[in-house]
Each structure stands twice: as C-alpha cells, then as structure tokens.
C-alpha cells in the first residue's frame, strides 16, 4: 500500500519567497493532518482537514501560512513570504474518522525538510 | 480536556539494558492509545497501539499495556539494540473527537 507522499524532501529557499509543500493522502482517509516539527516546539498541529473542508486552523502561526485541499487525494500547505523563522521539518498525515475506527492510527510521510535563508 | 505527558529525555542506554519510557494521560471519553518511533530523518511510524483498559500492544520487542486506573501506557523494551535509538512517541485518540494528542517524544540513544 502506498504510505502518505509529500514533496518535495528537501526545500532550501531564500527569505521572502513563496514555498508550497505538498502532500497525498493514503485513499480513503477522511482526515488530513499538516505539521510542523522544530527542535525548540517539537510536534505542532496547524491544520487539520476533514473530507476537504478545514476544520481546526488554530495551530497556523500566522498570516502568511495558507492550506487547502483541492480534493480529496491532494494538499498544500503555503508560506508567503517565508522567513528564516519557518525552517523546520513539515508532516502530513492521514487517518480515517474516529466512528468505528477509533483504533485507527494516524500515517505519516516523510516530511519535507524546509531551510529558509 | 485531552493530553499526554511523556517521561523527558533524553535517554542513554548500554545494549541489552531494560528500557522504560513513561507516559500518563488525560482524555476525554475512551481512547485509544499509540507508542510511534521516529528515526533520524524519517516520519513518525506506528510501533504499537492498544484499544481498551488492560490492553497489551506490541510489536518488535516492545510492549505497552493500557493502564485506565492509572491513566498510564508506558513502554518498556526487555533487550535495547543501537538499532532502537530513535525518538519516541505517546499518543492518544479520543472517541469524542478526530484528533490525535502526542506527547513531546523521548530521545533513546543506545550504546554498544
């Protein structure tokens, strides 16, 4: 089964400039899950999706982070403009609703590797 | 409300030793309850889950039981391998809602 894929890996960019991070969920997820992983705050949530409506936005640091999710197999998760400040490492995961499947981890991807200069 | 509070790291083990991370929760309804490891460079990837009190999830060595009275779901490992340093991760899933609550993650190192 293919995991959760995001894109690109790696991602060295200059301040100021636009950055988009993608991801494709395992199929048949309901719920879509952006975050972010910094030495300093580990694990922070801030986004999630459910069926490709946003659901808890609370956890974007700020204005200039933007997500959506066009469809149900595609998201992105948009900094403009980028700062020195956002470099860290980006999850996307994927999991179905709690309902009967409450046992049901979330998956995953490899994340990409954000370095804003 | 929901949280996990996990044992801080980071840990330093010789090979062979006995490994136990702590890890005590609050939650609403009747979660479940994850371990996920993460290697250097790589996702979070589930190591064990368990479903309901006194459950035990397991998976390549490493256990964990479902403690409701104690509101506990600490992982312990037999027989540490250099292969297992990683960091490691607490969750949880309530029944009430679709999010999942992680734990800050404790760092094993495991030496020769």
């Known amino acids: 089964d293919a995991g959760v894929i995001q894109s690109p890996r790696h991602e060295v960019t200059e301040m100021g400039q636009e950055v988009t991070l993608r991801c494709k969920p395992i199929?048949?997820?309901?719920?879509l899950f952006w975050y972010r992983q910094t030495m300093m705050r580990g694990l922070e949530l801030l986004i999630y999706f459910n069926n490709n409506v946003p659901i808890d936005d609370s956890g974007m640091p700020e204005d200039r982070f933007s997500a959506k999710m066009p469809n149900a197999s595609f998201s992105t998760l948009k900094i403009q403009p980028s700062e020195p400040r956002d470099s860290a490492v980006y999850f996307c995961?994927?999991?179905?609703?709690?309902?009967?499947?409450?046992?049901?981890?979330?998956?995953f991807g490899d994340g990409t590797r954000l370095s804003i200069l | 409300g929901n949280s996990v509070t996990q044992m801080e790291g980071p840990v330093t083990l010789s090979e062979e030793a006995f490994l136990t991370i702590n890890c005590t929760y609050t939650?609403?309804?009747?979660?479940?309850l994850f371990w996920y490891v993460q290697y250097p460079g790589e996702g979070l990837q589930l190591l064990l889950k368990?479903?309901?009190?006194?459950d035990k999830g397991s998976n390549k060595g490493f256990e964990a039981t479902y403690r409701k009275e104690t509101t506990s779901f600490h992982l312990e490992k037999g027989s540490v391998q250099v292969s297992d340093s990683a960091v490691y991760f607490c969750a949880l899933r309530s029944n009430t809602g679709n999010q999942f609550y992680f734990g800050t993650g404790t760092s094993l190192t495991v030496i020769p």
């Open positions: 368990a479903t309901k009190a006194d």
């Open positions: 939650a609403t309804g009747y979660p479940s």
């Open positions: 199929s048949g997820h309901d719920y």
């Open positions: 995961a994927s999991s179905f609703a709690s309902g009967t499947r409450i046992d049901q981890p979330q998956h």
